[in-house]
DNA sequence: CTACAAGCTCAACTTAACTTGAGGTCAAGC
DNA sequence: GCTTGACCTCAAGTTAAGTTGAGCTTGTAG
């Protein structure tokens, strides 16, 4: 039984459909790991390709790659993650996830529902109540849409 | 009953949250629309308000300008958007909001689904087979994370 | 052993989405 | 009638997330 190989930047890039540039760049960003062969080469352990799916995925809906720096510190250096790892990250995410599901979800009912308001009395419309939310908890972690 | 007041860049500011630059750039983008008063002053009608809720929430999920404008296409120039447009728009965008709120929700529960296969078995989990699907729909209309 | 595809680093360029600043105009209150 | 805060335009700066390119090294297949 061959020992889980461990995976160049090109085989890393092809696996995961980012490019090499890219995965040099998560790298710089501390978002992915890797250790270096005697000849200066990169080379990454199976975890990697988790790691890239999911940053992947996150940042398609709309979360920054700082954040999900942030999230990833949950996770070990130095050492594959455990179910428990990722179970960390999950939970960690969760909240803000159900957000913005909800927010989706609203957006896309909202659009159907509000057609009624005619944005007549802005301050009852459903989507005007989530922006309104939105900037009520402004203070505190801000993120996404970071206006400085 | 006083006449529907039409709105300066500063209310539309104030009451949208989003600062007047930005207003001024949503405008040389065409997703807002303005006319100008004898001293070439802006002025907006209610629904902006709608569209700059619009616009901020599609953001947030991770919707580009771009996209959000091409989105408002459907909507009427020079006439307030009807209940009819709203609608039109509404259903324009309800296959990808679907699409993403799905990707949320396998996000958000491939976190914890995913925990037992411990990447050991990349191609069966469930993030990278959402990844795959991802870069197979990728020709046709791409949107988001374009990587020219 | 040598060719050449794949890697490496580092700096510079790109696009999106705004913000900031300079320099000038408008209008409402005193 | 003048002052002060809201507006205007246009150019340049900023941050995020990468990409591109130059110049140099590695490693594998013939």
Redesign the interface.
Known sequence: MAP?RELTVGQVAM???V?VSALHFYEARGLIRSHRTSGNQRRYG??V??RV??I???????ISLADIAAAFQSLPEERTP??ED??L??TA??DE??Q??A??????DG??D???C???S?DK?P??N??DR??AQGSGARR??V?R
Do not use: F, P, Y
């Open positions: 889980v696996r995961s459909g490019a199976r975890d390709l988790r799916a999911i992947r995925v996150a940042q398609e809906v709309g455990t179910r990722w179970n990250l999950s995410w969760r996830l159900d913005k599901i927010q989706l979800k609203k957006l896309r659009l159907t509000c057609i009624g005619g944005c007549m802005i419309c989507l005007r989530k922006e939105l900037s996404l849409v206006a």
